[in-house]
C-alpha cells in the first residue's frame, strides 16, 4: 500500500463546474497536509495547506480533512482552463513531505 | 535570492559518467530536501539538511547518490557512474523549519542519461 494515494485521473470537468480531488494516507500520525498544483514541465506550486480537521477556503479552492478516515481532499470552484494541470497531495510522514503520484485535471471550455 | 535556484536546468550524461547537481535555497530556510520525479509520478523523497546536517538519506536509491550540504545553505546532489534509470528531473525545495512549514520547490534539473 502506497503512503499516499490518490486517484491518477485524468478527471474532466467543463469549465465553471466544481472539481473535486481526493487523497487518502496511511499514516495516523500525520500532522501537516498540502496541495500543490503542476503545470508540466513545471515545479509543483504550493495552493493549499491544512493542518486541522475540517474545512479551509482560500479564494476559489477549499481543502478538507478528515483525520479519523485518514482522507484530505481540494475542491475547485469556478473551474477554469487554466486550472488544467496535476495536483499532488503531499502530507508530513517520518519528518518528511510524501507525494501521491498526482491527479490530472483537465477543464474544458 | 527570490526564490530556490537548480543548475544546470537540463543535463545530459552518458551512461557511467558522473554529473553534480546543484542548489541554492531561499535564504534564511533551514531545511532542504531533494526529489526525484519520474515521468508521470508525483516527487519521491530522496534526501533531508536541517542547516548542514544530513538528518535523512533513507530515500537515496543507491551508494551512489551522494549529497551535500557543508555550510548549512548550497547543496549538491551527486550522482557517479550515472544509469539510464537515473533519468529523471530532480527537484530541490526548501523550508523556514522542519515540521508543517510548506516546501518552496526549485525548477529542477532534468538529467537525461543516454
Known amino acids: 500500500q502506497k503512503e499516499v494515494e490518490q486517484n491518477s485521473g485524468p478527471l474532466s470537468v467543463p469549465e465553471g463546474a466544481i472539481a473535486s480531488l481526493n487523497c487518502t494516507y496511511s499514516?495516523?500520525?500525520?500532522?501537516?497536509f498540502f496541495w500543490y498544483r503542476q503545470y508540466s514541465g513545471k515545479s509543483p506550486e504550493l495552493i493549499m495547506s491544512?493542518?486541522?480537521?475540517g474545512d479551509k477556503e482560500d479564494g476559489r479552492f477549499t481543502a478538507q480533512l478528515n483525520k479519523a478516515s485518514q482522507y484530505v481532499s481540494l475542491l475547485i470552484r469556478d473551474s477554469q482552463p487554466s486550472d488544467s494541470a496535476t495536483y499532488l497531495c503531499?502530507?508530513?510522514?517520518?519528518?518528511?513531505?510524501?507525494f501521491g503520484a498526482g491527479t490530472r485535471l483537465a477543464v474544458h471550455p | 535570492g527570490a526564490g530556490v535556484s537548480q543548475s544546470p536546468r537540463y543535463k545530459v550524461a552518458k551512461r557511467g559518467q558522473d554529473v553534480a547537481l546543484r542548489c541554492d535555497p531561499i535564504?534564511?530556510?533551514?531545511?532542504l530536501f531533494w526529489y526525484q520525479q519520474a515521468l508521470g509520478q508525483g516527487p519521491e523523497f530522496l534526501t533531508y539538511?536541517?542547516?548542514?546536517?544530513?538528518?535523512?538519506k533513507s530515500g537515496l536509491p543507491s551508494d551512489r547518490f551522494f549529497a551535500e550540504r557543508p555550510e548549512g545553505s548550497v547543496s549538491t546532489l551527486k550522482i557517479q557512474r550515472t544509469q539510464q534509470e537515473d533519468s529523471a528531473v530532480y527537484l530541490c525545495?526548501?523550508?523556514?523549519?522542519?515540521?508543517?512549514?510548506?516546501?518552496?520547490f526549485g525548477n529542477g534539473t532534468r538529467l537525461t542519461v543516454t
Open positions: 525545495a526548501s523550508s523556514l523549519d522542519r515540521e508543517g512549514s510548506p516546501l518552496h
Open positions: 499514516d495516523r500520525g500525520s500532522q501537516s
Open positions: 491544512i493542518y486541522s480537521n
Open positions: 503531499a502530507v508530513t510522514g517520518y519528518n518528511k513531505l510524501i
Open positions: 535564504s534564511g530556510h533551514v531545511s
Open positions: 539538511f536541517q542547516n548542514e546536517a544530513q538528518l535523512d
